[in-house]
């Protein structure tokens, strides 16, 4: 998708579908529902797409992701003082509140529970770590989308070559060792109601959604009209059409 506003020019989202759509949505949430001197946490936050972007319109962010290499690869291009990255597990972000002034007015979780194991846990966390009428804002693959299908063939299909030519290599040298996957698996296949339950059951409620693609990151090679198309036509579908939906979550007090 074209880069079309002025903190598009602080991500590499253009180059991932869907990336500016998603982007949109959270930088629209925030700036309907939470002031200027919002403090913001990005968990999980890769190459910081979307923490460089709002660390450019002003807002606070800490940005945290459990590889070394990322964080200091995005701290070596941050020139904002309102943005700080730190290494840290989200799988035990309880070890590491002491890291944490103060509570957080909005959490972004993009693209992150789908990889875990305990989502419960993780969101549990979250629901401590917000603030009152606190913001939770997530990115979420359809786990029977028809993306996430594709995606399901393509690994398993890739997974049966390697094997192949794993097995053919070692009989011809007797000294090749298998390694580890170097993609992250999905090991969550959600359903929107099911992730709705999920997280009321963890303390939060809906207050803003958005589908985001029909065929995602089968797309990828393709031109920008089609991508563009894609994202347009998914907002008029069912939601379980879809490929994933963009989500924001409001804490729940208890009364």
């Not at 979420?140 to 290599?169: C, D, H, M, T």
Request: a positive charge; proline letters at 3%.
């Amino acid at each position: 998708m074209k880069k079309t506003k002025d903190y598009h020019n602080y991500t590499n989202y253009d180059k991932e579908p869907c990336g500016l759509k998603k982007l949109d949505f959270v930088v629209g949430v925030i700036k309907e529902r939470k002031k200027k001197d919002a403090i913001i946490l990005d968990l999980g936050c890769g190459n910081a797409n979307v923490s460089f972007p709002l660390a450019f319109m002003g807002y606070n962010v800490i940005a945290v992701d459990i590889s070394k290499r990322l964080i200091k690869k995005n701290a070596r291009k941050n020139k904002f003082k309102n943005l700080k990255f730190q290494v840290v597990d989200i799988n035990d972000i309880e070890t590491y509140r002491s890291n944490f002034k103060s509570k957080f007015d909005i959490i972004l979780c993009l693209d992150i529970l789908e990889h875990l194991y305990d989502p419960p846990k993780l969101l549990k966390s979250v629901n401590n770590l917000c603030n009152s009428n606190g913001l939770l804002i997530v990115s979420i693959p359809n786990g029977y989308g028809f993306s996430e299908l594709v995606s399901r063939v393509a690994r398993n299909l890739e997974k049966i070559l390697r094997i192949q030519f794993i097995n053919k290599f070692k009989r011809k040298t007797g000294r090749f060792s298998i390694q580890s996957e170097n993609y992250t698996p999905h090991v969550q296949k959600f359903t929107f109601n099911r992730f709705m339950q999920l997280l009321e059951h963890c303390g939060f409620k809906l207050v803003a959604h958005k589908n985001s693609t029909i065929f995602s990151s089968t797309l990828r090679w393709c031109n920008n009209p089609l991508e563009m198309f894609d994202c347009k036509l998914a907002d008029r579908l069912p939601k379980s059409m879809v490929s994933g939906w963009c989500m924001a979550f409001e804490k729940v007090e208890d009364e």
